[in-house]
């Protein structure tokens, strides 16, 4: 009887832990041990702390989610082979045939738009063909436009540095580059998610709203030449906004995935491909999951807006507009989570409010850079 | 029931509702939609432009101008901390029972009413109590490899249930993200303007609106230092201090004492290599009785500095008092005579004399313009050097603002002294030109407007035109007659420009023949321009011009300039000479008891979030039944999802190995 009793033991994380995972946490350590070694003179204690941090942190996400683990190796391993080739002038970015057509950041960038665009065509023709192949194709399309964004951002940031030392900065700091992050974190969540409960019929959707950031950072690219990078005011010139922003995003990319996934809900709901989608269940179950995420991350992230702001404007809270904004975010999703928690409310109408969430988040996140002025206009068109 | 009880518990229930707390939440999301829409704090007299005097009253009430500090919006977050103590009062005792509970006397009747449960019968031999003894051992073990806590519970029948939960702290989750909202509501009270608001209407406090010194402002509309929060704005200009800062109220300001002295030794602007700012620092001493001497420090955005409890923010600049030195042109008169004319930065000073005397209101210097000059907004923004913003009142209080740029702007390629006037705030800029000439000076077009402007020069004009271009003809007749001519369109346009040319053509040429006129009298004024200007530049012994491209432009830009002299507003240019800059620091201070407790209670929320939605609770319950050799697994959450459904199943089946 007690072979039985082995069956259900589960493991700790560390009981299940092999060679592989410790060679890739060792890199992880080695890389930031590494940065710190070199580039200790310019960062204060917390980015320190937070140098380190991101490695623990890396390694116990790739720890759990192996393909994680591999992406953070592939774009550590390219980008630094993007950065040797560059010697340290930022001309060879356009000179340097490598360089030039695929990882400079530019090229990177561009290659990560073009990759996105095809995931979303391959998904959506995986959908009506009910290909599992092509679906796996349309997967392996996302990741590789995930690695190439994130490539694009490292060497964006060492390019900022070889303008001039004093404009170095982490790209997170305008429109362009958070759209950049945008995109990744949503697809990154969107894979997560895709993985732990196959779900690669909503690759289609979620796509979608990745490529209205694609576009608009087309449009933002050539029309406004959005993609130079500019130095920072003096209020961007903190280490808050290394955690701010991704923070922020997380949340954002959060919210979209819910409101993608529920507008496939929205359409099963009312038979449209019905048969070729999830089950309602396990998209109500993916759309509060999301919110979930999204919330904690949002709420995290207003926080550490409001510490960055009782230092950089003299108080934790101004009634900005883009902080009015962001409590108004909180407060939808803060009552859609009662609702859904307490009440126990399920369906459409939860829904349909996390579409309606999905154009408030925009507003909160575009439109208030748009058409309304304040502390935090730090993007505009 | 004691009707008034009744509607205590009516009440009561109504606020502790979750229904009510989420309307609050919906309420203060759309009253703080008004706030972002509405541009807050601006001066009072924006809003009447903007909504006329019935509205801007109206809205005024509302209070909308100020909205997150108004009356109605602070009485909506104090039923926002009631609702959610009396959430916390009404569901908390309930939370922690829950957390400690094992739920242990569920009855057998109420497991078989589980949606989620299973029975597993047991080898019919097992009834011996070593047996059962040893089936309970094993699943105590299964339910301590899944991290339940368990307890037994013997039931009246000889059945033995096990009563186990896991993830029951969820439940602290609830307590703290509401217990966090509290803090956090309480915590901002705390640094908000209540106990201002609740001394105006005690009429204790009142706001002054008047634009007068400091030191005559009233006791009424001054803080002590014992206020125990505020946010106030002090201007200090380089080499001096204060030890008050002002607090903006509505359409006034009250005056916030500080328990020291701040002084401004220097400030400084850094701008990277593109011209754009880089860092805006202050070196600041503050003086106070309790210290031995001064302390010094550095403060910049981002690195603010906290001295006794008051945090002093480098907030934003402005000039401190720049002394000018300018040299002023009559646009209209006949010589190039120019006067001196020194000022200072928010000084006046009187331009001519007589009733036609303005007084000149010297408003803003600004020593770096980053500007994008080019023509579609593509390209990069560079700095364009100084200007300095004026006023010139006349004796009626009306007033015109200019804006003149000290150095030329390169536009197309081409070089001019630029100046913009406006008759209100609301109107755009618009700029008068005036060309560089050859030694990138303003004194060329100056010249020249002086030829143009002096009748005497207009029939030597006339005749070299005629020298040049009648060549053929010699009869004198015909000679003076064009000359005329030459002096009448010359004397017209000394009147107003290209302007009047058109007036006059509009009045005395038909229709026809209008724009043949016009483009005749064109050619004639740019060829007088021409003589004209060799005429200035032969009178100040400088290289005459000769025919090109180049030149062409130049009387071109010259001439258009001339036109739009007239349009300027007054006579006056003023060419900034020299400048002595005196810049000086805008710095926030604030004074907030509130911070910790609302970072106490952002703390508490997120651990709060975390609980609540990444601690799952669920119960299990093993009743084992020696009796008929059975046991009933069932198995519950407060919250049912697929997550839920997958560990029931996983765990029916492991089970059902176990028992097998």
Redesign the interface.
């Known amino acids: 009887m007690n072979s039985h009793s082995l069956d259900y033991q589960q493991k700790t994380l560390l009981q299940r832990l092999n060679w592989q995972d410790w060679l890739y946490a060792l890199i992880v350590v080695a890389g930031s041990v590494f940065a710190y070694v070199k580039y200790a003179q310019y960062m204060d204690i917390y980015e320190v702390g937070f140098l380190f941090g991101a490695a623990a942190l890396f390694s116990y996400i790739g720890w759990q989610w192996k393909r994680l683990a591999k992406l953070v190796l592939m774009v550590g391993v390219i980008s630094l082979f993007s950065v040797s080739l560059y010697h340290g002038e930022q001309a060879r970015a356009t000179q340097v045939f490598l360089l030039k057509y695929l990882i400079s950041s530019q090229s990177a960038i561009m290659w990560m738009n073009v990759f996105f665009v095809l995931a979303m065509a391959t998904y959506w023709f995986a959908l009506f063909k009910r290909s599992v192949f092509t679906g796996k194709v349309a997967t392996a399309l996302t990741w590789s436009a995930v690695l190439f964004g994130f490539v694009g951002l490292m060497v964006r940031w060492y390019e900022s540095y070889l303008i001039a030392p004093d404009v170095g900065h982490i790209p997170v700091s305008n429109l362009y580059e958070v759209f950049i992050l945008f995109c990744l974190i949503t697809a990154l969540l969107y894979l997560h998610y895709e993985q732990k409960l196959n779900t690669k019929q909503l690759g289609g959707f979620v796509l979608l709203v990745i490529n209205a950031a694609v576009g608009f950072i087309l449009w933002y690219t050539f029309d406004r030449q959005a993609h130079n990078i500019q130095p920072l005011v003096p209020a961007l010139q903190s280490y808050w906004m290394k955690i701010h922003v991704p923070a922020n995003f997380i949340g954002y990319g959060s919210f979209s995935l819910a409101a993608m996934v529920a507008s496939a809900y929205l359409l099963a709901s009312k038979g449209f491909l019905a048969s070729r989608l999830p089950s309602l269940e396990v998209m109500d179950d993916l759309m509060y999951k999301s919110i979930a995420v999204g919330f904690a991350f949002f709420t995290i992230a207003t926080i550490l807006g409001a510490m960055w702001a009782a230092e950089a404007w003299g108080g934790y809270w101004s009634w900005d507009p883009k902080e009015t904004w962001a409590l108004i975010v909180w407060l939808n999703y803060a009552a859609w989570l009662h609702l859904r928690m307490v009440k126990g409310l399920r369906g459409a109408v939860l829904a349909w409010w996390a579409l309606v969430g999905l154009i408030v988040t925009t507003f909160a996140f575009l439109g208030v850079n748009m058409f309304l002025s304040g502390l935090h206009s730090y993007g505009t068109l | 029931m004691n009707p008034k009880l009744s509607l205590t518990k009516n009440l009561f229930d109504l606020l502790s509702s979750?229904r009510f707390?989420?309307s609050l939440?919906?309420v203060?999301?759309v009253a703080?939609?008004i706030?972002?829409?509405l541009?807050?704090n601006e001066p009072y007299e924006n809003y009447i432009i903007k909504f006329g005097q019935f509205w801007f009253g109206l809205f005024e009430h509302l209070g909308l101008y100020d909205?997150?500090h108004s009356g109605w919006f602070l009485v909506i977050l104090l039923f926002l901390v009631v609702s959610t103590s009396l959430c916390i009062y009404r569901n908390g005792p309930h939370m922690i029972k829950e957390w400690r509970t094992f739920k242990e006397h569920a009855t057998e009747k109420s497991l078989n009413a589980f949606s989620h449960q299973a029975t597993y019968q047991l080898n019919s031999d097992t009834s011996a109590t070593s047996d059962i003894d040893s089936v309970k051992q094993?699943l105590s073990?299964?339910l301590q490899?899944?991290g339940f806590k368990y307890k037994f519970k013997l039931q009246a029948d000889g059945s033995e249930l096990i009563a186990a939960k896991a993830g029951t702290h969820q439940r602290w989750g609830y307590i703290f993200t509401h217990v966090a909202m509290v803090i956090i509501l309480l915590g901002?009270l705390l640094?908000g303007n209540l106990p201002f608001k609740i001394q105006e209407i005690l009429g204790h406090k009142r706001i002054e609106t008047l634009d007068i010194p400091e030191s005559q402002v009233p006791e009424v509309s001054r803080l002590d230092t014992n206020n125990p929060s505020f946010?106030g704005n002090m201007t200090l200009p380089e080499g001096s201090s204060g030890s008050v800062a002002f607090v903006r109220v509505r359409d006034g300001y009250l005056v916030q004492e500080l328990p020291f002295r701040v002084a401004l030794k220097d400030f400084r602007i850094e701008h990277?290599?593109?011209g754009?700012?880089?860092?805006?620092e202050s070196d600041l001493v503050i003086i106070d009785p309790d210290l031995k001497q001064p302390v010094t420090k550095t403060i910049?955005?981002?690195?603010?500095w906290t001295y006794k409890g008051i945090?002093i923010?480098q907030?934003d600049f402005q000039d401190g008092g720049t002394k000018l030195n300018f040299k002023v042109w009559d646009l209209f008169a006949h010589n190039t005579q120019t006067q001196p004319l020194a000022g200072a930065i928010f000084d006046k000073g009187i331009l001519g004399n007589g009733d036609d005397a303005l007084k000149v209101e010297y408003n803003d210097f600004r020593k770096f313009n980053i500007i994008n000059m080019s023509p579609d907004g593509?390209g990069k923004p560079h700095n364009v050097g100084p200007n300095v913003t004026y006023k010139l009142r006349d004796n009626k209080g009306q007033a015109i603002e200019y804006v003149t740029y000290m150095q030329p702007m390169q536009i197309d390629g081409r070089h001019y002294f630029i100046s913009g006037m406006r008759e209100t705030v609301s109107d755009d800029f618009r700029y008068l030109r005036i060309p560089v000439d050859n030694d990138f000076g303003v004194d060329g077009f100056m010249n020249f407007r002086a030829v143009m402007l002096d009748a005497s020069k207009y029939p030597e004009i006339a005749r070299r035109i005629a020298t040049n271009s009648l060549e053929g003809k010699k009869e004198p007749a015909v000679k003076k007659q064009f000359e005329n001519s030459v002096v009448q369109l010359l004397t017209v346009f000394a009147q107003g420009g290209y302007n009047q040319i058109a007036q006059v053509i509009e009045k005395s040429v038909p229709e026809k023949e209008r724009e043949g006129a016009a483009s005749t009298y064109i050619k004639m004024i740019r060829v007088a321009a021409y003589e004209a200007y060799n005429m200035s530049l032969a009178a100040n012994k400088k290289p005459l011009l000769v025919s090109s491209e180049e030149n062409e432009a130049l009387l071109r830009d010259s001439l258009n300039s001339f036109s739009d002299m007239f349009f300027y507003g007054s006579p006056y240019y003023l060419q900034l000479e020299q400048f002595e800059h005196k810049e000086a620091s805008g710095l926030?201070?604030?004074k907030?008891p509130g911070?910790k407790w609302?970072?106490l209670g952002?703390v508490l929320?997120?651990l709060g979030?975390?609980s609540?939605?990444y601690i799952r609770e669920r119960r299990i319950w093993l009743l084992l039944k020696p009796a008929s050799s059975q046991v009933l697994f069932a198995m519950a959450s407060n919250?049912k999802?697929?997550?839920f459904e997958q560990e029931f199943n996983l765990y029916r089946e492991?089970l059902k190995?176990?028992l097998a």
């Open positions: 979750m707390a989420v939440l919906s203060l999301g703080s939609i706030g972002t829409v541009k807050q909205v997150y094993q073990q299964f490899a899944k901002g640094d946010r990277y290599a593109t754009q700012p880089k860092s805006f910049s955005v981002n690195h603010p945090a923010y907030s593509k926030q201070l604030t907030s911070q609302v970072y952002s929320l997120v979030i975390f609540m939605m919250r999802n697929l997550d492991q190995s176990l």
